[in-house]
């Protein structure tokens, strides 16, 4: 099976400045991203190849201290505004490779607490659903459109998003939260000029631990993801692996 992993990431941030070449506890966030990418690569033993796509030569040169073999993307003008949907920076990617590849795998650069289990969940929910475009990762909502999630009416009062009786979570259907973590495509569905977002095709997903993903788009967001990396780092081995592993992919 061929594999192509892609990791998207433009230059400079509106929420948390630099965020894709800042340090995450004792290493740049990409090497958390890069030691999952190479423990999955010899741990499942698939033919893969990772594509970095970014105008960004910090990030280029943070990632050449390692020893993890890649293939600079780089992002077009086009694409580097933080209005583009990360969609067609991927497809740009996968066209630039030009070669074919059974899957596409996106790995979100700051997203440091996944498992090389997570990313193979993602990628089996896809290969086993033959009529599915591509999967992704999620988790449970602690909220709900339907309970407890509200928004102001045009009468300015508040009121439940989704208004349909229900008098208990329970009684609502099933939520969960994208984490943006992980997401695997079908290379027919990216090449497809008709897809212009993710939800334009049929989804599967793959459900990850609750309360591992934060979105870090500010200073407190990366501090309460290092808080809870350092509990996952200390309780679970899957998640510390990942970490142990930064130090045997830095160049010596």
Known sequence: MKLLF?????????????????????????????????????????????????????????????????????RTDELAGDRVGKIDVIKDTYKKMNKEF?????????????????????LDKLIENSNADASFSMTNSRRSPYFNQV????????????????????????????NASIYAYRPNYLLDNNVKKLFDGKLTAYQMKDTAILDIDNPEDKEMMEIIARYFYKEYDEYNQIYNNIRYILKP
């Not at 259907?173 to 994208?178: Q, S, V």
């Open 151 to 178: 928004c102001k009416n045009e009468k300015g009062f508040f009121e439940v998003v989704n208004n349909l009786g229900f008098t208990s979570r329970q009684q609502a259907p099933e939520i969960f939260d994208m």
């Open 102 to 122: 059974d899957y596409i795998i996106d790995l979100d650069l700051t997203s440091p607490l996944r498992t090389v289990e997570d990313i193979k969940g993602v």
């Open 6 to 74: 892609t990791i998207c990431a433009r230059k400079g941030s509106k929420g948390l400045k630099n965020k894709n070449i800042s340090n995450f506890l004792d290493y740049p966030i990409c090497y958390y991203t890069l030691s999952a990418y190479q423990l999955f690569k010899d741990k499942y033993g698939f033919e893969c190849e990772l594509a970095v796509n970014t105008d960004s030569e910090e990030l280029i040169n943070q990632i050449k201290k390692t020893c993890i073999n890649f293939k600079h993307i780089q």
